[in-house]
């Protein structure tokens, strides 16, 4: 192991419209609520990873003292008449024309012009959908190199991290005619944080090749945040200004998962496979910088770095994996037959972090 590679790294940005009016207090308050935000993710992936088994990983966050601003080309109104899909491609076209140096940052864009607006006759919204059709700039999307955040929450957003337990714990009901409900229907200021945070946290997995799964996290367990968060964060043990920590330790591949470690967490807990997707992942390791390839040979994957880990995918979901964490994992596997009504993938990570995707039939 070597010292971390800070070229694997999460790049947070706020972006703002072109016509987009801000004041430099506006400005500088929307960056350190984006920085707590950040923070606040980056802490407790490793407290999730810790308390699932996997001790000593950290998130490399890029500028984490100081959130860059990125203008975009689009004004706000042509914002606002996108939809989510079209506002994601458009800004991570324009992002990455400017941004392609860094080649191995993943880039998470918060935009500051997402909008609740009252329509309807001002019928209070009854359904998250009904919330939605209220937000214009609204976007929850990640892949590939770039997550987009367009929600109209950021009202509900600790500037500090000091004050993230009294955000937490804020019972002011949400007034839906006036502001957008993240809440996942909670209803409260303190359940729109932690269902925000918490969706925020599902799409930051997706750029570490996490897929969803039918529980936890990936599945609609996010919105438990605030259940794992009162347990971990106002006990003091989620350390969120950490100095240096030791990654990947030794013992990690012998660490084995207790499920009752987790039963007060509600669905905020990692599934098995992309808990050890996350916890190989070069974005939270320090490995050797050395690049190798997986390749397919018919029904077998193989690698001169050997193999630690293996899933097979159907529509964006984990359907079975293989995991090997001791010392000597195989350096070829082969597949066994599968039978599938869809298309299926294989992605598999090999010991030093590199990973490939293969199309399965």
């Known amino acids: ?31 350190n609520k984006v920085q707590t935000c950040v923070k606040l993710v980056q802490a407790v992936i490793s407290e999730l990873l810790e308390v699932q088994g996997f001790p000593g990983r950290v998130l490399s966050l890029e500028n984490k003292d100081e959130i860059d601003v990125f203008t975009s080309v689009y004004t706000v109104s042509q914002l606002h008449d996108m939809d989510r899909n079209f506002i994601w491609e458009s800004l991570a076209r324009e992002i990455f024309s400017l941004l392609g140096k860094y080649t191995h940052s993943k880039v998470i864009g918060f935009l500051t012009c997402a909008k609740y607006v009252k ?23 990640a892949v590939g190199g770039f997550a987009l955040i367009g929600m109209a929450t950021f009202y509900a957003w600790p500037s500090a991290i000091e004050d993230i337990p009294k955000y937490l714990t804020d019972k ?5 005619t006036k502001y957008q409900d993240g809440s996942c229907m909670r209803g409260t200021w303190g359940s729109c944080y932690s269902s925000t945070m918490g969706a925020i946290l599902h799409e930051i997995l997706h750029l570490f090749d996490v897929v969803h799964y039918k529980e936890g996290i ?5 919105m ?4 794992f968060l009162l347990q971990h964060f106002l006990k003091g043990t989620a350390q969120l200004q950490r100095s240096k920590i030791e990654l990947f330790p030794d013992k990690t591949s012998q660490v084995v998962f207790d499920e009752t470690k987790m039963e007060d967490f509600g669905g905020f807990y990692l599934d098995r496979a992309s808990l050890v997707t996350l916890a190989l992942s070069k974005y939270l390791n320090k490995f050797e910088d050395i690049n190798v ?7 077998s994957l193989s690698s001169p770095a050997g193999l630690r880990f293996i899933s097979v995918r159907n529509e964006d979901m984990t359907v079975r994996h293989w995991e090997f964490l001791g010392e000597t ?3 070829v596997f082969t597949i066994p037959t599968l039978i599938s009504t869809s298309e299926l993938v294989v992605f598999a990570i090999d010991s030093f972090g590199n990973n490939a995707k293969f199309n399965w039939s």
């Open 1 to 31: 192991m070597t010292s971390e590679n800070t070229e694997y790294s999460l790049k947070p940005i706020v972006i703002i419209a072109a016509d987009e009016k801000l004041s430099s207090n506006d400005l500088t308050l929307y960056q």
């Open 119 to 141: 329509v309807d006759n001002d019928v209070v919204p009854k359904t998250y959908i009904d919330v939605l059709r209220r937000t214009r700039g609204y976007a929850m999307c």
């Open 172 to 176: 002011t009901i949400v007034d839906r």
């Open 218 to 222: 990936m599945g609609q367990g996010f």
């Open 224 to 227: 438990d945040m605030d259940k």
């Open 293 to 299: 390839n997986i390749k397919r040979l018919g029904s």
């Open 329 to 331: 994992p195989p350096k």
